[in-house]
Every structure is written in structure tokens, then in C-alpha cells.
């Protein structure tokens, strides 16, 4: 069965540091691979998705990702983190009959 | 991306009372989805919406819980049965409109159970 883990539970970080959130997945064929953000009191949003092509992709205010067949990865990055970055950001995985997968997600609180 | 809303964004409810949620969207879409995020917690699918015939429910979620509607393309209703404490949890719909192996999900703003 499809599986995404997100290992970091919570990260804590001051402004402008650099963050890495980790996402691995398993399933052995082609996947299509996501990363939502859900702000404070607000809903899931799409931050940022690869379907195929260009594995380091890029996506809304600054967020970027690189997927790592070899790895079964697809870790989030930012270089520089602002406060308003802190939020709960979840991986996911389109399973077959298009069923997302979800990580258990990761809280990111930044410090002012 | 569709706009979805939902409605209601926010109830309390007495245990053993029923309450039924619903789903728009702004244009016609393939696919709906049931999730529930229980505090804390990452999304749990509970079933795909079919149109027009029974929704196709994910293990530990049954019909009789959790009957869902889809009447057309753009409408949902999800019903949440005999409420106890436990059901306390937000309830997201989401949609996807499948293009060759490109679909992308998108979700509404949720709506917040408190079952008391």
C-alpha cells in the first residue's frame, strides 16, 4: 500500500533561516506528488506539485521542491523563512482512482 | 483552480443528533472527495462522491454513518449520523478535475464539528 511519512513533527526556526521539511513515499510506480500548506484558521492550500519533467520544482511565495526518484523522496524547501511561513505543511501522493495520500504533516513555527 | 465552499463552516451539536454538510463548486468537476482532519491530526480520506450512484467508502468508514449524496457535477452532501464526541472534527470536500495523469486536488475551507 501507498505510504507518505513525514518525519519532522514540528520544526522550529528563526526568520531567514533556511528550512527542509523531509516527504518520503512508497509505491514502486509513477507517482504524482504534492505539498499543501494550511495556515492558522485557515484551509488547505496547494503549495506546490510534480507530475513529471523537471524534478526541482517551484512553487507559490518562494517554495520549492526536488523529487528524488533514487530516494522515494520530495523534500520542501525554502531558503529563507519569514514568520508568516508558520503553518502546518503536509505531503501527499495520488494513489490510484486519484485518492490523495496524506503525510501526518509538519508543524512549522518561525520566530520573529 | 475551482472555488469550493461549504456549509456550515462551524457547528455544536448534541451527541445522537444528526448533521449534514455540504459541498459546492464553481464549475463541473470529476472527482469529489470526504476527508476528515481530526484535531491534530493529518487528513483521513472517508469516501469518493460518485454521481449519480453510491459513494465508494474508504475501510473504517460505512454508509450507514456517513451516507453521502452527489446529485450532479457540482454538489455534495455529506452526513454525519448519530453524532458522539468522538466525530468532533473537521470535515474537508474536496475536487479534482482529471486531465490525462495530471489531477490536482483542491479543497474547501472545512467545517468544524464540536459533538458534545
Known amino acids: 500500500a501507498q505510504s507518505v511519512s513525514q518525519h519532522n513533527h514540528h520544526v522550529i526556526l528563526s526568520e531567514a533561516a533556511s528550512l527542509e521539511l523531509g516527504c518520503n513515499y512508497s509505491y514502486g510506480g509513477t507517482v504524482n506528488l504534492f505539498w499543501y500548506v494550511q495556515y492558522p484558521g485557515q484551509h488547505l492550500q496547494l503549495l506546490l506539485k510534480?507530475?513529471?519533467?523537471?524534478?526541482l520544482v517551484k512553487g507559490i511565495k518562494g517554495f520549492e521542491a526536488e523529487f528524488i526518484k533514487s530516494k522515494f523522496s520530495f523534500n520542501l524547501r525554502k531558503p529563507s523563512v519569514q514568520w508568516s511561513d508558520t503553518a502546518e505543511y503536509f505531503c501527499a501522493v495520488i494513489s490510484s482512482a486519484s485518492k490523495i495520500i496524506f503525510g501526518s504533516g509538519t508543524r512549522l513555527s518561525i520566530r520573529p | 483552480s475551482a472555488v469550493i465552499s461549504q456549509k456550515p463552516s462551524r457547528d455544536i451539536c448534541q451527541r445522537g443528533t444528526s448533521l449534514t454538510i455540504q459541498c459546492q463548486v464553481d464549475?463541473?468537476?470529476?472527482?469529489m472527495f470526504w476527508y476528515r482532519q481530526q484535531p491534530g491530526q493529518s487528513l483521513t480520506l472517508i469516501a469518493t462522491a460518485n454521481q449519480g450512484s453510491e459513494a465508494t467508502y474508504e475501510s473504517g468508514f460505512v454508509i450507514d454513518k456517513f451516507p453521502i449524496s452527489r446529485p450532479n457535477l457540482t454538489f455534495s452532501t455529506l452526513t454525519v449520523s448519530n453524532m458522539s464526541p468522538e466525530d468532533s472534527s473537521i470535515y474537508l470536500c474536496?475536487?479534482?478535475?482529471?486531465?490525462?495523469?495530471?489531477?490536482?486536488?483542491?479543497f474547501g475551507p472545512g467545517t468544524r464539528l464540536t459533538v458534545l
Open positions: 464549475s463541473q468537476v470529476t472527482m
Open positions: 474536496s475536487v479534482a478535475s482529471l486531465s490525462s495523469s495530471t489531477d490536482t486536488q483542491y
Open positions: 510534480y507530475f513529471s519533467g523537471d524534478p
